[in-house]
């Protein structure tokens, strides 16, 4: 593959000068104090014509053989972002690399190595809601895909035949369950899926899948939350050491929400990931791009994004 640039700190500016978001206490403690992206939203760092080319912070979705409408993607005054949804690919219209004809096969930051992944934003659960009520598909979410699986197809699971895939999908924010009538308002998904095998051989419908267990997905904010007003979500990543488990943390305003979920170092092991102590560990071998998007009529206006590291050094950046 051709050469992958680190990333430099990407950072939204005010008259030209670079602003540093504060660092989180959940991002300090481990070590991530380095600002490795931070943006606000207009047309200098939003592609909106699908150009495809460098220099941007967030990319139309175009994965998978689908394409957002641009027009769904509204840029506000206050360098804000609203999100109007999609019909034809529901929660998923902007996010952080697109695949390019170049060298690379992609552009724009793919983010490895751990991470502490947080966004601000806001969205109406009567949209929602009413939305379930007409059966429209989609919900306000925040999520990412490793670039291994999604653009570069290099998600092999060695030793195991051609075309068996092996690939962790993060859902850090999902407000699905109010629109599925399995919780109450203050109810929202944080969830990880290690999905494995053969696509629609190991499996019938699709690849297999390993979810987090039961319940496990459910965090509940306080009963009293509106989600009409901004809120921070965030997610921490630790990956794991010889002898340390790595894990991940789901938080929101700076609070975790539910248990932290570890594993072991994953080196290979052969499937299936069904109870292993290494599930979800591939996860520290990828490198995720970040995605935005909700369903349709279910508004959700996005203020900021931002990740902190220890360094850049292990993204992926063109």
């Keep these: 593959m051709a050469s992958l640039l680190p990333l430099a700190v990407l950072a939204a500016t005010v008259s030209g000068v670079p602003l540093q978001a504060e660092t989180p206490s959940a991002a300090a ?32 979705w175009n994965l998978f053989g689908y394409h957002a409408n641009p027009a769904a993607v509204v840029l506000n005054p206050d360098q804000s972002v609203t999100l109007l949804g999609d019909k034809i690919n529901p929660d998923s219209e902007i996010m952080t690399a697109t695949p390019a004809h170049n060298a690379a096969r992609f552009v724009g930051t793919a983010f490895g190595g751990g991470a502490y992944i947080e966004a601000e934003f806001k969205f109406n659960p009567d949209d929602v809601a009413w939305a379930a009520y007409m059966k429209s598909s989609g919900w306000p979410s925040f999520w990412a895909l490793p670039i291994e699986s999604c653009i570069f197809r290099s998600d092999h699971w060695p030793k195991q035949p051609p075309g068996y895939v092996h690939a962790v999908e993060v859902d850090f924010f999902e407000y699905l ?14 969830s990880m899926h290690d999905w494995y095998g053969i696509p629609n051989v190991t499996c019938p419908h699709g690849s297999c899948e390993e979810p987090m267990r039961s319940d496990e997905p459910k965090r509940f904010a306080n009963k009293d939350i509106d989600f009409k007003r901004y809120h921070r979500f965030g997610f921490l990543w630790v990956p794991a050491k010889p002898g340390k488990p790595g894990y991940a943390r789901f938080l929101l305003d700076g609070k975790p929400m539910g248990s932290d979920r570890a594993w072991t170092q994953y080196t290979d092991q052969p499937p299936t990931p069904h109870n292993q102590p290494w599930l979800f560990g591939v996860l520290d071998q990828q490198h995720l791009i970040l995605i935005l998007g909700t369903g349709p009529n279910q508004p959700m206006t996005i203020r900021s994004v931002n990740v902190w590291q220890s360094s850049a050094a292990q993204n992926l950046h063109q």
């Design 177 to 190: 369950y109010f629109h599925m009538g399995e919780g109450p308002r203050h109810a929202y998904g944080g």
């Design 29 to 60: 403690a481990v070590g991530y104090n380095v600002n490795t992206f931070s943006a606000d939203f207009n047309r200098s760092n939003v592609d909106l014509s699908a150009s495809g080319k460098p220099g941007f912070q967030w990319y139309l």
